[in-house]
């Protein structure tokens, strides 16, 4: 009997080590953070179930080139090709480089540019809407392109006025950005509670690897109550440039409006971490063009492969009861 016990245990840990394994989560981010999260979205598509891309570019926009990272991905998206684009992402899928972008079909992506924004131009997040459209179908693409917003994170209660780029890089356009994008992913949530900071926990980013990779020693997880004994859902948030906790504390994790929905509908929230990182990145931006190396944007990718391990990672999901 006890050799059998033995054999049932090592088969059940044998399942719950590969539940582990892949776990499904969805993403967002803001400027470099929406970059960034737009490359995790589809190199990850097998995984990553839905993504918000505020203030962003499309995937792999930059394409190795430095005057496109600082021109086309920026403020000049007429220089943007997006049949270019797709050419290099369905070469990347074929290769294996990429997962399948048949994945895409049963995603959903919320998509926001702001016309007041002097640093990623509104017309860049409309190319991102211009490069789903091949993969996602429309009624699972959500964008917003007209409201008068400067470069900023935006929400429905906090921050500078909606028009107005400023410290900290968070605006109140009374849109709740959070909200919406796990509404959309997630469908119809319960109403949002208070968001209770006690659940705010600091982990480890050094585990994962990441010297000379551009993270922070630390990073940031919100735990509801209910997931301190359940598995619980999983939403990545990547914040923009000069607004990791080195620069901001922990305004934007605090303001940003996810904590309150997570609270109340169970899901985790992973805050990593960027760092300066030499003079090539010194105000802490997730890599969306290419400064870590040409597989910047692919699943080799140095941060790509770092930040699919934080959401896989069994740490960040409390055991089965």
Known sequence: MDILNMRISLILLWIFATIAISKEFSISGFSSG?????????????????????????????????LYAK??????????D??????????FSKQGDIDDTINLKNSKVWIFGGTNDTMIDVGVAKKVKEFYMNYIPQ????????????????????????????WPYVNNCQ????????????????????????????????????????????????????CKTKQCRIHMVLHGCAMSYDYLGSVFIANAGYNEWAESNDIIIIYPQAQRWTDINPHACWDGFGMSGPDYALKSGIQMSILYKMSQDFNNFPPLS
């Open 34 to 66: 929406a970059f960034m999260a737009s490359q995790m979205h589809v190199a990850f598509s097998k995984d990553v179930v839905g993504a918000g891309i505020m203030s962003g570019g499309p995937y792999f926009c930059a394409m190795n080139h430095k």
């Open 71 to 80: 021109f086309a991905c920026t403020t000049s998206p007429y220089l943007i």
């Open 175 to 226: 849109i709740d950005a959070a909200g919406e994008i796990l509404s959309l992913i997630y469908g119809q949530l319960i109403p949002k509670t208070q968001q209770n900071l006690q659940n705010l926990i600091e982990f480890s980013q050094t585990a994962y690897g990441i010297t000379n990779a551009g993270f922070a020693d630390i990073g940031y997880k919100y735990i509801p109550a209910n």
């Open 139 to 166: 009624e699972n693409i959500v964008s917003s392109f007209d409201t008068p917003a400067a470069h900023g994170f935006i929400t429905n209660h906090y921050g500078n006025q909606c028009g107005i780029y400023s």
């Open 82 to 91: 997006v049949k270019i684009l797709k050419r290099y992402t369905d070469q």
